[in-house]
């Protein structure tokens, strides 16, 4: 009984929802209205986008999120999340306690000790890891730069490729005898553009420089600029300090990563290169502004991350002061 | 008649009627100021004052709406979330004084209070091991020490054997704690041979945990490596997975034959 009436029920229901879409006329006795003419249609619209605003706050918390992740610790009684400065007793957890930052040349004393107790390669390179702040003033940036650097004891054992842009034969001769890879003019476009001959390093002579053009495309960072020094009339000057250079690169924007020496030479040396490295890249910045290398890691290829301290590295500072 | 800086003193020094009934009334220090001058007096006798004029206050200051500074003070014991004995912590003013000093968990930081302090930690180094009191970073690396075991793995080079200055780089490496070499006793000494081995390591002088140690034969651990025996173990156990289904497919079809047969008979 109960089941017909419900029947009964969703049956006049049913009636009355299709009496009312109906749209058209309706025959229902109520109304008498005329008939009405609706749109009809035969598209479907795209419903507008308003998940945009929502879609950008969420980038906007996540970005400020990653930013005030920064923590500083310098005036806390005890950094965050660790129990104390420095240690109490003499057997510790190292991750209770801050990170020591060591000197530079305690991390190479220390490195080469790693090298023994590890039974690892005592010809295993060593390499520099730096942490830029690229900060200028009112909002610039320093753009992010690829240099080359004469190493006081270079490490590497292979020359390095020169290619040389001259359409003069004086200049030519010059170039060969000082050891170029490659000489020419505007005939060498087209086989470096086919990916035939290739060089580490490009030099060029100033005139040549708008018939080259071409290839800056194919270069990029490698293309002769007058700032880098391989813009010269002066070539040989440029093929000795291209030839035994090394080149290191700024990579993702403040970070430098490269290789400094190998761990078999002595001590001094190791710190000599580091030394010039150092200066070298704070000199693309005015020293002004404050320290430009904000953290500095040295390690070799088995061992794990030394952070050492660049103030007592770089020399420049102090000794101007004094003077 | 009041004039208004005594009627305010009067309505801030009033309980408000927010606070309950079982919390101390507020007792923070109100700064105020004379409103009217008092004129100097002779030499040698006091100022002298008129209660209408000099009683008269305008506020300088309440302090209870200044930020709450944290007070420091010295642990005497193992405090939860805060450390361990010896320790100089900042906390807030109402924990400090209705529960670490008042249960006697810390004390002042007063000259000798931290002198005191300072004789327990020079001790702790330098005095003998039963004048000492192991400390609770102390007590916490044993417990840590205890559940630890380290796994060497010998290199490929012919000169390789364990000497203490190589097991203190190993437990540096591989577990994370800094052991000074003296604390570690070593009675192997040298190890050249793979095996089971053991080492004692004195936690400041007084706690000593005997540690084991494995020699493993040697094993490429670069990542190119790791990724190859990886994919060697993913394969070897879908080749099992696929014989485990071939069996057990194969035991249902003798399952259903064996129920035929049955039927037939």
Same mark, same amino acid.
């Given at each position: 009984m109960a089941t017909c009436t419900r029947n009964v029920w969703k049956v006049l229901s049913g009636c009355q929802k299709q009496l009312l879409s109906a749209g058209g006329p309706s025959y229902s006795a109520v109304s008498q209205v005329a008939p009405?003419?609706?749109?009809?249609?035969?598209?479907?619209?795209?419903?507008?986008?308003?998940?945009?605003?929502?879609?950008? !706050?969420?980038?906007?918390?996540?970005?400020?999120?990653?930013?005030?992740?920064?923590?500083?610790?310098?005036?806390?009684?005890?950094?965050?999340?660790?129990?104390?400065?420095?240690?109490?007793?003499?057997?510790?957890?190292?991750?209770?306690?801050?990170?020591? *930052?060591?000197?530079?040349?305690?991390?190479?004393?220390?490195?080469?000790?790693?090298?023994?107790?590890?039974?690892?390669?005592?010809?295993?390179?060593?390499? *520099?890891?730096?942490?830029?702040?690229?900060?200028?003033?009112?909002?610039?940036?320093?753009?992010?730069?690829?240099?080359?650097?004469?190493?006081?004891?270079?490490?590497?054992? !292979?020359?390095?490729?020169?290619?040389?842009?001259?359409?003069?034969?004086?200049?030519?001769?010059? +170039?060969?005898?000082?050891? +170029? +890879?490659?000489?020419?003019?505007?005939?060498?476009?087209?086989?470096?553009?086919?990916?035939?001959?290739?060089?580490?390093?490009? *030099?060029?002579?100033?005139?040549?420089?708008?018939?080259?053009?071409?290839?800056?495309?194919?270069?990029?960072?490698?293309?002769?600029?007058?700032?880098?020094?391989?813009?010269?009339?002066?070539?040989? =000057? +440029?093929?000795?300090?291209?030839?035994?250079?090394?080149?290191?690169?700024?990579?993702?924007?403040?970070?430098?990563?490269? =290789?400094?020496?190998?761990?078999?030479?002595?001590?001094?040396?190791?710190?000599?290169?580091? =030394? *010039?490295?150092?200066?070298?890249?704070?000199?693309?910045?005015?020293?002004?502004?404050?320290?430009?290398?904000?953290?500095?890691?040295?390690?070799?290829?088995?061992?794990?991350?030394?952070?050492?301290?660049?103030?007592?590295?770089?020399?420049?500072?102090?000794?101007?002061?004094?003077? | 008649m009041f004039s208004c800086g005594r009627f305010a003193l009067q309505v801030l020094l009033r309980q408000p009627a927010v606070r309950s009934f079982s919390l101390t009334p507020a007792q923070h220090t109100v700064i105020v100021e004379r409103w009217w001058q008092v004129p100097l007096s002779k030499e040698g006798s006091p100022p002298r004052l008129y209660p209408r004029r000099h009683r008269v206050y305008k506020l300088v200051e309440d302090t209870k709406h200044a930020p709450k500074e944290k007070m420091e003070l010295i642990l005497t014991q193992t405090v939860e979330k805060l450390g361990g004995r010896g320790d100089t912590v900042f906390v807030k003013k109402s924990i400090g004084r209705n529960r670490l000093l008042a249960q006697g968990l810390a004390v002042y930081p007063s000259p000798e209070n931290k002198q005191m302090f300072a004789e327990e930690l020079r001790l702790l180094r330098e005095g003998q091991p039963e004048q000492r009191l192991q400390t609770r970073t102390g007590q916490l690396t044993v417990e840590l020490l205890k559940r630890s075991k380290l796994k060497i793995i010998k290199t490929l080079s012919d000169d390789f054997q364990l000497t203490k200055e190589v097991v203190c780089r190993q437990f540096e490496k591989k577990l994370g704690i800094v052991v000074p070499p003296h604390a570690l006793s070593l009675p192997f000494e040298p190890i050249k041979e793979l095996g089971e081995y053991w080492c004692d390591i004195t936690v400041n002088g007084m706690d000593t945990v005997r540690i084991p140690i494995s020699l493993l034969p040697y094993e490429d651990q670069s990542a190119v490596h790791k990724k190859q025996l990886r994919a060697q173990r993913k394969l070897l156990a879908a080749e099992r997975d696929s014989q485990a289904d071939a069996e057990e497919d194969d035991a249902i079809l003798t399952a259903v034959s064996e129920a035929q047969e049955a039927e037939h008979v």
């Amino acid at each position: 009984m109960a089941t017909c009436t419900r029947n009964v029920w969703k049956v006049l229901s049913g009636c009355q929802k299709q009496l009312l879409s109906a749209g058209g006329p309706s025959y229902s006795a109520v109304s008498q209205v005329a008939p009405r003419t609706l749109p009809i249609r035969t598209y479907a619209a795209v419903r507008a986008r308003k998940k945009d605003k929502k879609e950008e !706050e969420k980038k906007k918390e996540k970005e400020e999120k990653k930013e005030k992740r920064i923590i500083d610790d310098k005036d806390r009684p005890k950094p965050f999340g660790k129990t104390a400065w420095v240690p109490v007793d003499d057997v510790y957890v190292k991750r209770f306690y801050a990170r020591v *930052v060591h000197s530079a040349s305690d991390s190479i004393n220390m490195l080469k000790r790693f090298q023994k107790l590890d039974f690892a390669p005592a010809d295993q390179p060593v390499y *520099v890891d730096l942490k830029l702040d690229m900060k200028l003033e009112k909002k610039k940036k320093v753009d992010p730069f690829v240099t080359t650097v004469h190493l006081p004891h270079p490490f590497k054992t !292979e020359i390095n490729k020169v290619l040389v842009f001259t359409e003069d034969s004086g200049q030519a001769k010059v +170039a060969k005898e000082n050891g +170029a +890879a490659v000489v020419g003019g505007a005939e060498l476009i087209q086989p470096i553009l086919d990916d035939e001959i290739s060089a580490d390093f490009y *030099v060029a002579v100033p005139d040549i420089l708008t018939k080259i053009l071409p290839l800056k495309n194919k270069l990029r960072k490698k293309f002769p600029k007058s700032k880098r020094g391989s813009v010269t009339n002066n070539i040989s =000057q +440029a093929l000795q300090l291209f030839k035994t250079g090394h080149e290191y690169m700024v990579e993702s924007d403040c970070f430098v990563r490269t =290789q400094i020496a190998t761990l078999d030479m002595p001590s001094e040396q190791i710190f000599a290169n580091l =030394q *010039v490295i150092l200066t070298d890249v704070c000199s693309h910045r005015p020293a002004g502004l404050g320290p430009f290398v904000e953290r500095a890691i040295m390690s070799t290829q088995t061992s794990e991350a030394v952070w050492f301290r660049t103030e007592s590295v770089l020399p420049t500072a102090a000794q101007t002061d004094e003077e | 008649m009041f004039s208004c800086g005594r009627f305010a003193l009067q309505v801030l020094l009033r309980q408000p009627a927010v606070r309950s009934f079982s919390l101390t009334p507020a007792q923070h220090t109100v700064i105020v100021e004379r409103w009217w001058q008092v004129p100097l007096s002779k030499e040698g006798s006091p100022p002298r004052l008129y209660p209408r004029r000099h009683r008269v206050y305008k506020l300088v200051e309440d302090t209870k709406h200044a930020p709450k500074e944290k007070m420091e003070l010295i642990l005497t014991q193992t405090v939860e979330k805060l450390g361990g004995r010896g320790d100089t912590v900042f906390v807030k003013k109402s924990i400090g004084r209705n529960r670490l000093l008042a249960q006697g968990l810390a004390v002042y930081p007063s000259p000798e209070n931290k002198q005191m302090f300072a004789e327990e930690l020079r001790l702790l180094r330098e005095g003998q091991p039963e004048q000492r009191l192991q400390t609770r970073t102390g007590q916490l690396t044993v417990e840590l020490l205890k559940r630890s075991k380290l796994k060497i793995i010998k290199t490929l080079s012919d000169d390789f054997q364990l000497t203490k200055e190589v097991v203190c780089r190993q437990f540096e490496k591989k577990l994370g704690i800094v052991v000074p070499p003296h604390a570690l006793s070593l009675p192997f000494e040298p190890i050249k041979e793979l095996g089971e081995y053991w080492c004692d390591i004195t936690v400041n002088g007084m706690d000593t945990v005997r540690i084991p140690i494995s020699l493993l034969p040697y094993e490429d651990q670069s990542a190119v490596h790791k990724k190859q025996l990886r994919a060697q173990r993913k394969l070897l156990a879908a080749e099992r997975d696929s014989q485990a289904d071939a069996e057990e497919d194969d035991a249902i079809l003798t399952a259903v034959s064996e129920a035929q047969e049955a039927e037939h008979v």
